[in-house]
């Protein structure tokens, strides 16, 4: 990790206070508080089931929590939706792939440039010079993730064709593209192999770097997030049972029991 | 490719040139006879102009909707009407204005998409083919109390001058068609068509990149009822010249539905294509009845084989190339052009990371 950070972590950006999920009779999350603090690389880990995509459901407005308040920016966010959210500054990329499968990879990230276009199609139907001007932006912008990601020999291929890594990749640069201030990775490195996994990760800490974008990412693979993250969170059926720096998580007996099992 | 004019590609601004020299020099000077302006040239460029309506709706936001004809009654009645009622419009702003009604319909009936989807959108969105016809047929008003049932529609006068002859009337659907087209295009290729094909794809992604389902899904379908009431106008006045409702029936929305299928959907010059190919069928097979049989085989029959056809080929197109015959011309124009397929840059940006 880089010695001096241009981007020092700061006070909290994202606070998730006392959320409650359930689905019918089936509690998904109890109780659940924990915060994330601007510029860090956050992590939720937790085994199977533990709860940790329905957390960031939670969190971006898909599922509403039956309690507890999420707050974005220091405002608690009332009626939360995926598009207030978005709009607000939060983006993320999905745990099994939500990419625009006919659309090319291009088009794909240019979506993600949505909330930074105003004009209406009206204006973009008869192509007025301040249509063309914006276009060109987010066009010179998403070219940049394009390149920054590098996937400019696919930029032109629609999503649905490439291979599992490179859509993942493109849910990244799609996320990008939003210059959302905080970004939820859902398991981004889920069904990788090493190599995929060492790229992915030096792409979230360039971001994080380079960015500033402050990170969540879900994963169950304890090596990488250990590797890369300030700050992680343990889920186990719903409960946080661990919550600090990855030395402190790690020598948790708690966290290790959900991992390794206990004897009974 | 890097567009050279506005967002146009040198090859889009050559295409164009041909299309445009095709229609206004080589078609009117090599075709004379009537028949082809009255029962091919108008009622294909009115038809491919609600297939693109479609298109927007269905095979761009993705939105199964099976009411067209039912926008296009709207389009041609309050033409009509504006016509009849208010004559200082003028023929272009009456089209327009017809447009919008037809708009407004549109939104009406596109509302139960942000709650229903698939074949129950397309069941919900019937009701606005059977609810335009029923009241055009309650309310006389509509009809300006013709008794008759069918009404003639109104000499087409832009600008002082009459264009009552077929070649004139063609004139006048090829200029809305080429406006329109190209306004679409425009749409379609630009952010509007993106959020448009972003919800087709994945809606709660599209949703999480702050695309309005609400506003996305309802201007998709005013846009596509504005298209369908256009050509709606244009159908009644320049091929129908005539305005009943049972011209706007169910079976003329599934041959619009067709016709986006068959030409491939989510694309603009499919329109095009599949309407020609629905039109042109039965008349290819007719000629064949009659020069290759010599009408030993009875009409009837024909058009039950015409059926049969159509059928089949909707069935062999779902199968084998579900995005129509503007895909099909694709595939065989890559082909033409070189002969590795299309997956080569996959692999080579996969064999540079290995």
């Known amino acids: 990790m880089a010695l001096e950070r241009k981007f ?57 929590p039956q309690q507890g308040t999420v707050s974005f920016k220091g405002k608690e966010v009332p009626n939360i939706t995926p598009n207030i959210m978005a709009q607000m500054g939060l983006s993320r990329t999905f745990q099994n792939l939500a990419l625009f499968k006919r659309m090319s990879v291009l088009d794909n990230i ?74 939820l990775l859902d398991e981004p490195m889920a069904g990788m192999n090493v190599e ?37 969170v343990v889920l186990d059926y719903g409960k946080v049972i661990g919550d600090g720096t990855p030395d402190e998580v790690r020598s948790n007996q708690k966290v290790i029991d959900a991992y390794l099992g206990v004897e009974h | 490719m890097k567009p050279v ?83 200082d419009l003028g023929f272009v702003g009456s089209l327009i204005v017809s447009g919008l009604i037809a708009a407004g319909f549109g939104i009406l009936f596109g509302l139960p998409s942000l709650k229903v989807r698939g074949i129950y959108l397309m069941v919900a969105t019937l009701a606005s083919q059977f609810f335009i016809i029923w009241m055009i047929d309650k309310f006389g008003w509509f009809k300006n109390y013709d008794s008759s049932g069918i009404i003639t529609a109104q000499d087409i006068v832009i600008l ?53 389902l609400l506003r996305t899904k309802v201007q998709a379908f005013a846009i596509s009822a504005f298209y369908c009431g256009v050509a709606g106008a244009l159908f009644a006045f320049c091929y129908l010249k005539s305005l009943e409702p049972v011209a706007f029936d169910i079976k003329l929305s599934f041959k619009i539905l067709f016709m986006c299928i068959l030409g491939g959907l ?64 694709e595939n065989i124009k890559q082909k033409w052009k070189t002969k590795i397929p299309s997956s080569t840059n996959i692999k080579s940006s996969l064999s540079k990371k290995t």
Request: one cysteine or more; proline letters at 3%; a neutral charge.
């Open chain 1, 8 to 64: 020092k972590i700061g006070k909290p950006i994202l606070e998730v206070k006392n959320i409650s999920l359930s689905f019918g009779g089936v509690k998904a999350i109890t109780d659940t508080s924990f915060d994330v603090l601007e510029h860090e690389v956050r992590a939720i880990i937790g085994p199977n089931g533990a709860g940790k995509s329905s957390m960031l459901n939670c969190i971006n407005g898909i599922y509403k």
């Open chain 1, 110 to 183: 240019l979506v993600g440039r949505k909330l930074h276009t105003k004009t209406n199609f009206l204006e973009v139907a008869f192509q007025l010079p301040k249509v063309k001007k914006e276009e060109k932006l987010n066009r010179d912008r998403s070219e940049e993730i394009v390149s920054f990601l590098e996937i400019e020999d696919i930029k032109d291929t629609p999503v649905g064709k490439l291979p599992y890594g490179l859509q993942k990749k493109v849910e990244l640069g799609r996320a990008l593209a939003t210059d959302s201030s905080i970004i």
């Open chain 1, 196 to 232: 995929e996994k060492r790229d992915m990760c030096r792409f979230i800490l360039k971001v994080n770097d380079e960015l500033g974008t402050t990170m969540v990412l879900i994963e169950h693979d304890m090596g990488v997030v250990m590797d890369i993250s300030d700050r992680v």
């Open chain 2, 5 to 87: 004019f506005m967002t146009y590609t040198k090859k889009d601004l050559i295409n164009l040139a041909v299309c445009m020299v095709l229609s206004v020099l080589v078609i009117p000077t090599f075709i004379t006879t009537e028949y082809w302006y009255t029962s091919i040239l108008i009622p294909w460029l009115c038809l491919a102009l609600a297939t693109i309506g479609q298109q927007i709706v269905m095979g761009y936001t993705g939105q199964l909707a099976l009411g067209a004809a039912g926008f296009m009654a709207a389009g041609a009645f309050a033409m009509f009407n504006l016509i009849l009622r208010v004559p």
């Open chain 2, 160 to 212: 002082g001058k009459p264009f009552t002859t077929p070649l004139a009337m063609y004139f006048v659907c090829l200029a809305v068609t080429t406006v329109l087209t190209l306004l679409a295009m425009n749409m379609a290729r630009g952010s509007t068509g993106r959020n448009w094909m972003a919800v087709r794809d994945m809606d709660i992604a599209a949703e999480s990149m702050g695309v309005s």
């Open chain 2, 266 to 329: 989510g694309t603009i010059n499919g329109a095009f294509i599949g309407a020609a190919f629905i039109l042109l069928f039965p008349v290819l097979l007719n000629a064949i009845g009659n020069n290759v049989f010599h009408g030993a085989i009875d009409a009837t029959i024909i058009s039950s084989i015409e059926q049969v056809i159509f059928g089949g080929l909707m069935i062999i197109f779902m199968i084998y190339e579900p995005l129509g015959m503007a895909k099909l011309w």
